[in-house]
């Protein structure tokens, strides 16, 4: 029988966590999830193996509150600096779909389509500009260069969408370069005045 979902996230940011070169020794369960007896029990066994300790500690349900407030007495007093988040861990690989012109060495003929612009076929594929397990900067934002190409004669151009989608990759695949049937979920809209 496999891992359980959220065991198997836990053990994969583990992994990433050990992918930068950090020693793993102690998994804190926190917050009102955190105080599962059973997440407790089956991550405990898991992670028993490589020689970390699950624990419980007391109070882990209000962790997340009060780790607000520290966070929140950072940004409001400089006497309080001890205590800063300078990035998070992304939980999922982000971008968007894009249309690359067609190249025979290169994509398959399968995921070839016809195209007005890229002459004479494209391939759809993703643009990833974050992945998952990447660290992201609490305080540099990541910039994204986008640009669209169309045939006016087609349509007129009064405004242009971009869907920003998220991608779990649960099996720690990496992010698909093709537009496939995997599931993918919205994360966020943009659209131009």
């Known amino acids: 029988m496999g891992q359980k979902p ?14 930068f070169k950090a020693d793993v020794k ?10 599962s007896e059973n997440l407790y029990q089956r991550l405990r066994d898991t992670v028993a193996s490589q020689g970390i300790i699950v624990e419980k500690p007391s109070y882990g349900w209000t962790a997340i509150q009060r780790g ?9 007093s400089s006497k309080n600096t001890r205590v800063a988040v300078t ?6 690989h982000y971008g ?12 398959p003929n399968d995921q070839r389509i016809w195209s007005s612009v ?4 494209e391939v759809n594929t993703y643009k ?29 151009l009064d405004n242009i969408t ?24 919205p994360y966020s809209v943009y659209q131009t005045p």
Request: proline share 3%.
């Open 128 to 156: 990833w500009f974050i992945g998952k397990s990447e660290t992201v900067s609490e305080t540099k934002p990541k910039r994204l260069y986008y640009h669209t190409e169309s045939l006016t004669s087609l349509k007129k």
């Open 68 to 76: 607000a407030l520290m966070k929140g007495l950072v940004d409001y």
């Open 162 to 185: 971009v869907t920003v989608i998220q991608c779990e990759d649960l099996n720690d695949e990496g992010a698909p370069f093709f537009v496939s049937g995997q599931s993918f979920y």
């Open 118 to 121: 890229n002459s004479p076929y």
């Open 6 to 19: 959220t065991t198997r996230t836990m053990c994969q940011q583990i992994q990433a966590t050990k992918n």
């Open 96 to 107: 968007t779909e894009s249309a690359k012109e067609w190249d025979e060495r290169l994509h």
């Open 87 to 92: 990035g998070r861990s992304a939980r999922y």
């Open 26 to 35: 102690v998994v804190l369960l926190i917050g009102g999830f955190g105080e």
